[in-house]
DNA sequence: TAACTATATAGAAGTTTTGCTATATGAATG
DNA sequence: CATTCATATAGCAAAACTTCTATATAGTTA
């Protein structure tokens, strides 16, 4: 019925791996999920990439990877401070994929 | 928030494929995307592989493997009739990903 | 039952994904 | 200003994905 949304596509891919749907899963809650950070809010700021890194246990340029993937998508936003890097869940854009997802599937809002 | 449910990463990759993305688009409509069919009705029995196959542009044996793909993700159902196969999309199935998908972005329905 | 038709299976080639290690960059601190 | 800490980049290997051609199977029809 839509017209064909490459992004959607992308969105969908990053979406479509065990480790980057937990990481998507963690941001959504970043207090149930990380410790507190010194030097951004894990709400305000965003997550911290050394904490997603061990939380996630795989290396941590496989998990800068993960993130610029999941960025490039648009599904998360990144925040430089200090030499961290702070990355927040998009919420808008999550929402974008799903009424996307839904369309294509025939299913009304 | 919730715990982690591999089918839902299953049918995400399923989803994650442009020329998946646009059989399950016509499945959903499939009046509007199929010409009528002398064995099976397009929206009682779903739509046959050989019309899939036409539509999409590629060779039957890639086609069959991403009907079998989407028939294992659990969103769509197949129907042999005679000697042909027809696929329907699965409502429930791709609600159910959008309910997972939602959860796990921190949505609430 | 022979031929045809629709789908399935096998196997192979090219591409993409996912992970790693090693190293570079760049900001912060002693 | 040298070191340390957090992240990025480069390059590589293994695995998975996407597509093809060739062929098999199984139901239909003449």
Redesign the interface.
Do not use: R, Y
């Given at each position: 019925?839509?017209d064909?949304d490459?992004s959607?596509?992308a969105a969908?891919?990053a979406?479509?791996?065990?480790n980057r749907?937990?990481i998507?899963?963690w941001l959504?809650?970043p207090r149930?999920n990380f410790p507190p950070q010194v030097d951004g809010d894990l709400v305000e700021d965003g997550v911290c990439l050394a904490n997603i890194v061990d939380k996630l246990g795989l290396a941590q340029p496989t998990v800068t990877n993960h993130m610029h993937t999941l960025a490039e998508a648009g599904l998360v936003t990144s925040k430089p401070v200090k030499n961290w890097v702070f990355y927040k869940?998009d919420?808008a854009a999550?929402?974008k994929?799903?009424k996307s997802?839904?369309a294509?599937?025939?299913?009304d809002d």
């Open positions: 019925m839509n064909f490459p959607t596509v969908l891919k979406l479509a791996n065990p749907l937990k998507i899963d959504a809650h149930e869940l919420p999550m929402e994929v799903l997802l839904s294509h599937a025939g299913i």
